[in-house]
Nanobody
Framework: QVQLVESGGGLVQTGGSLRLSCAAS????????MGWFRQAPGKEREFVAS????????SYQDSVKGRFTISRDNAKNTVYLQMNGLKPEDTAVYYC?????????????????WGQGTQVTVSS
């Protein structure tokens, strides 16, 4: 069982930056692929970024490539999402997710554990 707790959300102006953190419980964090997803009001939850257990593999949604960076610190059981150049369309609740397995995954259904989410609001 893995428990995930996100932090770092908030209100920022267009072009600003935020760094989200997701702290995980458990002693086998490096065996989990991690992902960030987001859900805007009235929309389905969508993939944002994923990172492999070692941190050597990453994948991103096309709309955030070059602006967002996912990383992890296995010694701290924490995954991060650095978000730069934020746009109003990035406004959503951001969720951290974990799954046992190799590589990365964009598939929401492949993740077994989810955090409660953190709100990110980008004002125009």
């Amino acid at each position: 069982q893995v428990q995930l707790v996100e932090s770092g959300g908030g209100l920022v102006q267009t072009g600003g930056s935020l760094r989200l953190s997701c702290a995980a419980s458990g002693r086998t964090f490096s065996t989990y692929r991690m992902g960030w997803f987001r859900q805007a009001p009235g929309k389905e939850r969508e993939f944002v970024a994923s990172i492999s257990g070692s941190g050597g593999g990453t994948s991103y949604q096309d709309s955030v490539k070059g602006r967002f960076t996912i990383s992890r610190d296995n010694a701290k059981n924490t995954v991060y999402l650095q978000m730069n150049g934020l746009k109003p369309e990035d406004t959503a609740v951001y969720y951290c997710a974990a799954a046992i397995g190799w590589g990365t995954s964009t598939n929401l259904r492949s993740y077994n554990y989810w955090g409660q989410g953190t709100q990110v609001t980008v004002s125009s």
